[in-house]
């Protein structure tokens, strides 16, 4: 289909302004005390729903109906955006990946078959978040993957955990590290040289996203390649204990640690001849990490030394940025998003929001595309997000900001479209 043409809207002319606004973490559940949103003070809101209840609609955001595997899979901003800016529905990370290893052709693929010859003499190393939780990663998919590649020659694998207590229960972590030692310890019964060599919690070490804050993969650079970190232990199960014991402790910011053996080396850094997989399939907070395994000119931070690596991500976390090149499952093919028809048919869309969630009405918004359509009739602002205060001290981050420059557009009649989120 090569026609572009949209018809225009029988009762809005392009004179007229739309505003998309997308309120992160709103929704609507059962009324009672334990639903903040439902106790809380929202007239704005409420006049809204009150003074057009006819045009009032729900979206469901989860599951399915953003191309999840099951109803039970808890939606994100990631995939939501995907479907409102495609307007359709696409098989999504997880998915994707559940049938790529129930087919067995994650390891008929490209990209498994460019890491395997490191199996040989090497290490497998895999990055990612330890969790359930069915955002950025599962459990079970690594248990999978973990079962796939030693039945196919890896003789050396390293995990290099980072801990959740955002997607999931604070606290689950230990949880999650007995499961997969116990699946490691089968491994070594196998004559598979498998553990645990590093971690961190995951707003602390290695998934930070969008540039905001360097440091973040830095300290899961030193721990997974370096093989130094302020905190040493013989087992990763020791590690998430103690760490935990520590004052104010949360698994979403543990500090960095690596395992270490009887003489005090590191069990697993990375080095020349190894291959890496990084095993979350969600993009966002794996694209950094991207850029310092693969990128030879990479200025962001000392790495101290750059090893001569096969790496594949689970997807590829950047279809414009071609990000990383090798990966071990085919990302969704999203085309003909609202963007591309917009530029197509003249008109003219603003798009704001603060850094930590900019690709959302960017990058994802547009099927995953990085950069504009058509800049002559786009027009995307940033606003820096605060760094090193989370969410929970500064809820409301940048929202008189973006409003404010949201306005700004608005007044100046210069667009058809302003989204915002």
């Known amino acids: 289909m090569d026609n572009w043409k949209l018809k225009e809207h029988p009762q809005l002319s392009r004179n007229n302004i739309v505003a998309v606004v997308v309120l992160d973490g709103w929704g609507e559940f059962k009324p009672d005390k334990y639903n903040c949103i439902h106790v809380a003070d929202t007239p704005t809101m409420d006049s809204f729903k009150k003074s057009a209840p006819g045009r009032w609609r729900l979206l469901r955001a989860h599951g399915s109906a953003v191309g999840l595997p099951t109803e039970d899979d808890m939606g994100n901003s990631e995939v939501g955006h995907n479907a409102l800016g495609a307007g359709r529905i696409f098989a999504q990370g997880a998915k994707l990946v559940d049938l790529a290893l129930a087919s067995g052709k994650i390891y008929q693929d490209e990209g498994f078959n460019y890491i395997k010859p490191s199996f040989e003499t090497g290490t497998l190393h895999l990055i990612g978040l330890l969790s359930d939780g069915g955002v950025h990663s599962r459990l079970d998919q690594l248990q999978l993957l973990l079962k796939g590649a030693s039945e196919r020659g890896a003789k050396r694998i390293r995990l290099h955990i980072l801990t959740d207590g955002r997607d999931v229960l604070d606290g689950s972590s230990v949880g999650f590290v007995e499961t997969i030692e116990k699946d490691l310890a089968e491994l070594r019964g196998k004559g598979v040289d498998a553990q645990i060599a590093s971690g961190g919690g995951r707003m602390y ?12 993969v830095k ?10 970190a302020p905190h040493k232990f013989n087992s990763a199960v020791e590690a998430v204990k103690k760490l935990r014991e520590q004052p104010n402790a949360n698994d979403q910011y543990l500090p960095p640690f690596v395992i270490v053996d009887e003489n005090g080396k590191a069990v697993g850094p990375i080095v020349d001849g190894d291959a890496v997989v990084t095993f979350n399939f969600r993009a966002d907070r794996m694209v950094m990490l991207a850029k310092a395994l693969e990128y030879e000119d990479f200025d962001k931070f000392d ?24 990966y071990l499952v085919s990302p969704p093919e999203i085309d003909r998003t609202s963007g591309e028809y917009l530029v197509h048919n003249g008109v003219r869309t603003f798009a704001c929001s603060e850094t930590v969630k900019f690709g959302h009405v960017t990058f994802f918004w547009n099927g995953n595309r990085s950069g504009y359509f058509d800049s002559n009739l786009e027009e995307y602002v940033e606003i820096p997000s605060d760094s090193g205060i989370t969410f929970n001290v500064q809820p409301k981050m940048k929202a008189l900001e973006i409003a404010e420059r949201a306005k700004k557009a608005i007044l100046s009649r210069r667009f058809h479209q302003v989204i915002d989120i």
């Open 205 to 216: 070490v290695t998934m930070d996203r969008y540039e905001n804050d360097w440091d973040v």
């Open 219 to 228: 300290r899961g650079w030193d721990a997974q390649v370096l093989g130094e």
């Open 303 to 326: 790495r101290v030394r750059f090893p001569k690596i096969r790496y594949a991500g689970m997807l590829q976390y950047d279809g414009e940025l071609k990000l990383p090149s090798h």
